[in-house]
C-alpha cells in the first residue's frame, strides 16, 4: 500500500467498507467494525485518519501492533485480517487493517455479533444471527443430504430415474453413463452416499403412497378463488407426490383453470388461443418453488393460487444467503437451497442455473408483455405473484356474471373515456334490446364495478376509478 492510496480511500470517506479510526486508542470500537465487516462483505480500518477524511497517521510500535491483534482475538471464530503500516510523513504512520467476507459468519465480538449498515455497525438481532448461523451450517449438514433410513430403490419411481438421466444427455447436461441400472444412475445423481438414499432422491423420485404417510411435505396445494380474494373458491384440491409428478399436476390444473384470450386474425377466419400468462415462465416458477423450498417444514407445501386479477405460487420457508425479492431481478450467484435437488431439475431442463431463473422469468413476462412478476419474502413464505395485462372481468362479485355482462365489462375497459349507452349497446353482440343493456350496466353498478359521469345524453359510463389519474 501506498501513501497516495490511503490519501485516495480517506478522501472517499466513510463506507459500508471504510471506516477511519483517529488513533488505536479506538481498537475496541475498530474491532467491532470489523465484526461486522466479516459479517457482510469485508472492509477495512484505517487508523490515523480523522473522520472529516484528513490523514494524521501516529506513532505506530511493535506494542501497537501487538494490542490491536490481541483486540481482534476477541472475534469469534477466529479471524486473521491483514494488517499494513503505511508512512504517513513526520515519522507517522496509518495502519490499515483489512479483512474479507468471513467464510464462518456469524461472527462475534466480545459475544455480541454486529452487522453492517452502511457507515455504522449496530448489534445483530438474534434472529438475524440465528439465520446466519443455520446458512452456514447448511452448506455441510443439511434436510436433502441426510440418508433416508428405511428406504430403498424400490420405493422410487425407477422409469422417472432413467427419464431424467436420457433428458439431460439429450440437453447436453450430462454424459451417457452407459447404464440404466437405477442405483447407478442415483450415485451419479450425488442421491446415494455410504450405500443409503439420500431425503433428496425421495422429494424428487419417491412413490406418492409413501411419501404421503412418511413426507406430507410433499404436498401440492391448488385452489381457484372467484373474485380477488378468498372468500370463495370454484376447486380447491391437494395432491402428494415426488416433485416431477407435482409439477406435471401444477401444470395441468394451469391449463385447466387459467382463461385464455380468444382473438380472429384478420383475413382469416381462424381464432387464435393466447395464453394469459407465457407457459415457460410458469414452468420456471414452479420448478423454482418445488425446488427452493424448505422440506425440513412438516406442514409445508407448494400451492398455485388463481383469482380473478392474479396468480400467484407459493412456497414454504424463506429467502437466504442475503438474497431479497429485488435482488432476484439482478445478476446474482446461484446459492440454491437444495443443491442436489436443483442439480438434478437443472439436468431435467426443469430450472436454469447460474442465478438465471427469476431472470428468465422476468424476461419471458416482459416479452409476453406482462409486468414483471412480483416476488414477495414474508409469513415465512415465498410468494411468486403475475399479474395480467389487461383487464379480466371477474366471473363473480357478490352475484354471477353473465357472459354479455362480463363484455360490457371488457368494452369500457378498452375505452378509459368511458362510453355512452349507444355506443355499449351497439358493439354487443346481436346487439340486445336497449333496457337490456341498461339492467346489465345497473347491476354491474349496484357491484361496483361501474360508474357514469355526466347526465342524460351526454352520460358515460366507466369501469371504477377508471377516470383517476
Not at 88 to 103: D, F, I, K, W
Not at 269 to 298: K, M, T
Not at 390 to 396: D, F, G, S, T, V
Request: charged share 25%; proline share 6%.
Amino acid at each position: 500500500m501506498t501513501p497516495e492510496q490511503i490519501r485516495a480511500w480517506a478522501a472517499s470517506g466513510e463506507s459500508e467498507t471504510l471506516e477511519f479510526k483517529r488513533t488505536t486508542g479506538e481498537r475496541r470500537e475498530a474491532a467491532r467494525t470489523l465484526c461486522a465487516m466479516l459479517n457482510h462483505r469485508g472492509g477495512r480500518v484505517l487508523f490515523g485518519v480523522e473522520q472529516d477524511g484528513r490523514v494524521i497517521g501516529q506513532q505506530v510500535g511493535e506494542q501497537t501492533i501487538e494490542d490491536v491483534a490481541q483486540e481482534i482475538r476477541q472475534i469469534d471464530p477466529p479471524a486473521f485480517p491483514s494488517i499494513d503500516r503505511v508512512d504517513a510523513g513526520e515519522s507517522r504512520e496509518v495502519l490499515v487493517v483489512t479483512v474479507t467476507q468471513g467464510q464462518n459468519r456469524p461472527y462475534s465480538y466480545r459475544g455480541q455479533a454486529y452487522r453492517r449498515v452502511g457507515s455504522t455497525s449496530p448489534a445483530m438481532s438474534r434472529d438475524e444471527y440465528n439465520r446466519m448461523l443455520l446458512e452456514r451450517l447448511h452448506g455441510e449438514q443439511r434436510w436433502e443430504n441426510q440418508p433416508a433410513a428405511g428406504w430403498t430403490v424400490a420405493d422410487l419411481d425407477v422409469a422417472e430415474i432413467t427419464r431424467t438421466i436420457e433428458e439431460a444427455i439429450r440437453r447436453g447436461r450430462a454424459e451417457d453413463p452407459g447404464t440404466r441400472e437405477p442405483e447407478a444412475l442415483l450415485r451419479g445423481f450425488g442421491l446415494i452416499r455410504d450405500q443409503a438414499l439420500l431425503r433428496a432422491a425421495l422429494v424428487l423420485f419417491g412413490r406418492a403412497g409413501r411419501l404421503e404417510a412418511e413426507l406430507p411435505q410433499c404436498l401440492l396445494r391448488v385452489a381457484r378463488f372467484r373474485g380477488i380474494d378468498r372468500t370463495e373458491f370454484v376447486d380447491n384440491r391437494q395432491f402428494h407426490g415426488n416433485a416431477l409428478e407435482l409439477l406435471v399436476r401444477a401444470e395441468r390444473f394451469l391449463r385447466e383453470s387459467l382463461p385464455v384470450a380468444g382473438r380472429v386474425l384478420p383475413g382469416l377466419f381462424e381464432r387464435v388461443d393466447d395464453p394469459l400468462y407465457p407457459p415457460l415462465a410458469l414452468r420456471e416458477a414452479l420448478a423454482n418453488a418445488i425446488c427452493h423450498r424448505d422440506y425440513s417444514i412438516g406442514g409445508g407445501s407448494v400451492a398455485v393460487a388463481i383469482y380473478d386479477d392474479r396468480l400467484e405460487f407459493t412456497s414454504s420457508g424463506t429467502l437466504h444467503f442475503g438474497l431479497t425479492a429485488e435482488a432476484l431481478f439482478l445478476p446474482h450467484e446461484s446459492l440454491p437451497w437444495n443443491p442436489l435437488m436443483a442439480r438434478v431439475l437443472y439436468r431435467r431442463g426443469l430450472i436454469e442455473s447460474w442465478g438465471r431463473g427469476t431472470l428468465k422469468i422476468a424476461e419471458l413476462t416482459t416479452q409476453a408483455g406482462l409486468p414483471r412478476p412480483e416476488i414477495e419474502d414474508a409469513g415465512g413464505c415465498v410468494t411468486v405473484r403475475f399479474r395480467p395485462s389487461r383487464y379480466l372481468p371477474p366471473q363473480r362479485v357478490a352475484h354471477d356474471l353473465t357472459e354479455r355482462q362480463r363484455q360490457v365489462l371488457a368494452l369500457l375497459d378498452a375505452s378509459p373515456g368511458g362510453l355512452a349507452l349507444r355506443e355499449i349497446r351497439s358493439a354487443l353482440d346481436g346487439p340486445p334490446p336497449e333496457w337490456e343493456v341498461k339492467e346489465d350496466l345497473a347491476l354491474l353498478k349496484r357491484l361496483g364495478l361501474v360508474e357514469t359521469r355526466g347526465h342524460g345524453r351526454g352520460a358515460h359510463w366507466l369501469l371504477v376509478n377508471q377516470g383517476v389519474g
